[in-house]
């Protein structure tokens, strides 16, 4: 079966930084979204790999290993804002995103 | 405006009324997508639409049927409500073709039902 795992839940400190792991086994790789979602709203792009190695943006990078079937999503400087759940999502050889749950992060003064 | 718009936003119903959501989108992408999320799970495909005449079941399309009334809009129907269907849903959209496109997904702001 194909299956996306991520933490639950996360807390962290405004300002510092923290790491959000998904792991993935999956039919086919085509790509790893990242996305944003905040409570009762839609999700929100933030990151797509499809190559190993790390993506910066701003703030937040993403990084892809294949081989290990291993994703990070890092977020630097946080701020309150970044009180969100945060999505894992691969996009199989059938071209159909799978999601994990989401780990929601909470960010404490 | 948004570019995906979902319609209602909110929708308390009792058991065995049948139930229309719709979506509309101005992006022009020719995918459409309803998804549903439940706590503790992730998002879970009902129904894809790669194009007007094309029609897919995802993983949980039983209890649903959808309409692709043209290329903007995508309509999901509960024939018969049931409290399980309680639930955020959520209309997508996304272009595959567009050259360099990763398939992003752009999503309507949801729409909440309540099943009673």
């Known amino acids: 079966g194909q299956n996306i795992d991520q933490p639950t839940e996360m807390t962290a400190t405004e300002g510092a930084i923290v790491q959000i792991n998904c792991t993935y086994q999956?039919?086919?790789?085509?790509?790893l979204f990242w996305y944003q979602q905040h409570a009762g709203e839609a999700p929100t792009f933030l990151s797509y790999?499809?190559l190993d190695g790390l993506e910066e943006k701003g703030r937040f990078s993403s990084f892809l290993s294949r081989s290990k079937g291993y994703s990070y999503l890092l977020l630097k400087e946080l701020q309150m804002k970044d009180s969100a759940s945060y999505l894992c999502?691969?996009?199989?050889?059938?071209?159909?995103?799978?999601w994990g749950a989401g780990t929601k992060l909470i960010i404490k003064p | 405006d948004a570019d995906v718009t979902q319609t209602p936003r909110n929708r308390i119903t009792k058991t065995g009324k049948r139930i229309m959501l719709e979506c509309s989108q101005t992006?022009?992408?020719?995918?459409m997508y309803w998804y549903r999320q439940d706590p503790g799970l992730g998002l879970r495909l009902i129904y894809y639409?790669?194009?007007?005449?094309?029609?897919n079941k995802g993983e949980i399309s039983d209890g649903y049927s959808v309409s692709r009334q043209a290329q903007a809009k995508f309509s999901l129907s509960l024939e018969s409500a049931i409290p399980n269907q309680t639930a955020l849903y959520f209309c997508?959209?996304?272009?595959?073709?567009?050259?360099?496109?990763?398939?992003?997904?752009?999503f309507g702001e949801g729409s909440r039902l309540t099943v009673l």
């Open positions: 999502a691969v996009l199989d050889s059938n071209y159909q995103l799978i």
């Open positions: 992006k022009g992408h020719d995918r």
């Open positions: 999956t039919s086919g790789f085509n790509g």
């Open positions: 639409s790669f194009d007007v005449k094309d029609i």
């Open positions: 790999n499809v």
């Open positions: 997508a959209t996304s272009d595959l073709r567009q050259g360099g496109d990763t398939g992003e997904l752009f």
